[in-house]
């Protein structure tokens, strides 16, 4: 199947500091790009959705001058925590999908800001 | 709007028992349905899915058969393996909204020898 990479899986950061997560699909081209958050034995909450080439649509209650998501390529989506807070700590996760026919996802981003 | 529920955790189970978790769904168009895995510490990966009513997906010794009838895609196994421990996660796809994902809430299994 398809392969969704993203980097880096652990990061963490200062109180204050911004944070870049990036999320590639090796071989294959996505126009729309996905990203969730993950709480501790929650369900995924997807943030935004990422088109290439405009800008991202946000779900309600996202902050998008916090979380900065740009899609300049039909291959790489990257996700920017701006001046992170601890109550950022959390698990992303980005996902590709082709058409409708499956989401394929990324290994996730454990991040913790201190 | 469209949405999934699924059965609320955690499900212990005791290794070689039989499993079900039980997904349904809400969708305005004819959508695909899937589950997903997720082991600690890692991303989703796609068990199983179906994309037409009727359809049975399969994976691993899981099953789950798409039932338009009663928009339900339950997820069921004859004989669970301390390995199946991890999330289960039911979602769907639906044309109507961009191929955007739906997922439920999932379900912590813990099996023990």
């Known amino acids: 199947g398809a392969v969704v990479s993203q980097h880096p899986s652990r990061v963490i950061c200062k109180s204050g500091t911004s944070v870049k997560i990036e999320c590639r699909s090796l071989?294959?081209?996505?126009?729309?790009m996905f990203w969730y958050r993950q709480f501790p034995k929650k369900s995924l909450m997807l943030m935004a959705t990422?088109?290439?080439?405009?800008?991202?649509?946000?779900e309600q209650g996202v902050e998008k001058d916090k979380f900065l998501i740009n899609h300049a390529s039909l291959t790489l989506s990257t996700l920017t925590v701006t001046s992170a807070h601890p109550e950022d700590s959390s698990f992303y996760i980005c996902?590709?999908?082709?058409?409708?026919?499956?989401?394929?996802f990324g290994q996730g981003t454990r991040l913790t800001v201190v | 709007g469209d949405s999934v529920t699924q059965m609320e955790g955690p499900v212990t189970l005791s290794e070689e028992a039989f499993l079900t978790i039980n997904c349904t769904y809400t969708?305005?168009?004819?959508?695909?349905l899937f589950w997903y895995v997720q082991y600690p510490g890692e991303g989703l990966q796609l068990l199983l899915k179906?994309?037409?009513?009727?359809d049975k997906g399969s994976n691993k010794g899981f099953e789950a058969t798409y039932r338009k009838e009663t928009t339900s895609f339950h997820l069921e196994k004859g004989s669970v393996q301390v390995s199946d421990s991890a999330v289960y996660f039911c979602?769907?796809?639906?044309?109507?909204?961009?191929?955007?994902?739906?997922f439920g809430t999932g379900t912590s299994l813990t099996v023990i020898p």
């Open positions: 996902s590709a999908s082709v058409g409708r026919a499956e989401a394929f």
């Open positions: 071989d294959f081209q996505a126009t729309t």
């Open positions: 990422s088109n290439e080439g405009s800008k991202a649509t946000y």
């Open positions: 969708a305005t168009g004819y959508p695909s």
């Open positions: 179906a994309t037409k009513a009727d």
């Open positions: 979602a769907l796809s639906d044309p109507n909204t961009g191929n955007q994902f739906y």
